[in-house]
């Protein structure tokens, strides 16, 4: 290559270098004016942090964020959905949420990044679903075989620690204590709040304090988290709006049984509560009825 081309190279690249340099300045400075214009300018962020937390944690909460297991084309991948979760009644139960959509408030700019990106973390409920064989991979980059049903929750090429210390609220179901379950859990530093799920068909009798409290202690030794306030909750399998068609949630607070709720699906609101009095028997809050429930005792 004679000199002249060579110099002529080195000219053209120095102009290219110059030329994006100054592209990367132009675009920088568009999307700060683009900033501080949305600042000022949109009726939203122009409110004070306080009230826009009140609309940001009533869009995003509520949700129950579930992983779906697909076959890929050599090994199978974890997406999510996310529907209305065990105490949201806004929504259809039958109604499904694209991940894509409770993200994309902290797409639209800057500030509401800033502002939203953990929110949905904070706020949502996690389940975590039992892995069956059929869901299995056979793929080095994403061993599913004999993981937790929370792996996509504490998997560093699923979640980011922020986002994986932020959740506060998991869900799971009975039968939890599959794989390395207990571990996973421990990586979910944030965590306050479990909520193990069940369902009844007919005769709610069937499940009695005591086998609660035997699940829920069997829990707390396979996570080795006795911080965690543990959420018991039975369930209609399918839901009318008869009067007796209700959830009940038993509630485990600093090792033991706290409170039992009643939610009734007619009125959509919460009915009865029940605590514990000095004699280790459990009555309604307000009227004193005794709680009629099969091991009442426990």
């Given amino acids: ?29 568009v999307h700060k004016k683009s900033t501080e214009r949305n600042l000022t300018d949109s009726p939203l962020l122009r409110l004070a942090p306080e009230l826009r937390n009140r609309f940001y944690y009533y869009a995003l909460n509520g949700l129950r964020i579930e992983p779906v297991y697909s076959a890929g084309a050599t090994f199978k991948r974890v997406e999510a959905y996310a529907e209305p979760g065990p105490h949201s009644h806004r929504v259809s139960i039958k109604q ?58 504490t998997n560093p090429s699923f979640l980011n620690p922020d986002q994986r210390k ?16 207990g571990a996973e859990i421990r990586k979910l530093s944030g965590l306050k709040t479990v909520i193990i799920q069940s369902v009844y068909m007919s005769n709610f009798r069937a499940s009695s304090l005591q086998s609660i409290n035997e699940t829920i202690k069997r829990f707390i030794n396979l996570s080795s988290r006795n911080d965690l306030e543990i ?17 009940r949630m038993f509630k485990w607070k600093n090792g033991k049984l706290d409170e039992i709720e009643v ?3 007619a009125t959509s609101t919460t009915t009865e509560i029940y605590r514990k009095n000095e004699a280790e028997e459990w009555h309604e809050a307000d009227t004193g009825e005794e709680y009629q429930h099969y091991g009442s005792k426990y």
């Fill in 96 to 153: 499904r949420i694209e991940p894509s959509t409770l993200m994309s408030l902290s797409k639209v700019c800057r500030q509401l990044h800033k502002d939203t990106e953990i929110i949905p973390f904070e706020l949502n409920v996690f389940h975590g679903s039992p892995a069956k064989p059929d869901y299995y991979s056979s793929s080095v980059l994403y061993p599913w075989t004999g993981t937790s049903m929370f792996h996509p929750w």
């Fill in 263 to 265: 939610f009734n699906y």
């Fill in 166 to 181: 932020a959740i506060a609220t998991v869900s799971t179901s009975p039968s939890f204590g599959c794989g390395n379950f």
């Fill in 231 to 247: 959420h018991y909750v039975l369930d209609h399998l399918q839901k009318t709006d008869s009067d007796t068609d209700c959830r």
């Fill in 1 to 29: 290559m004679s000199r002249k081309r060579a110099l002529d190279n080195l000219d053209s690249s120095r102009t290219r270098d110059s030329t994006a340099a100054d592209g990367a300045f132009i675009a920088r400075s």
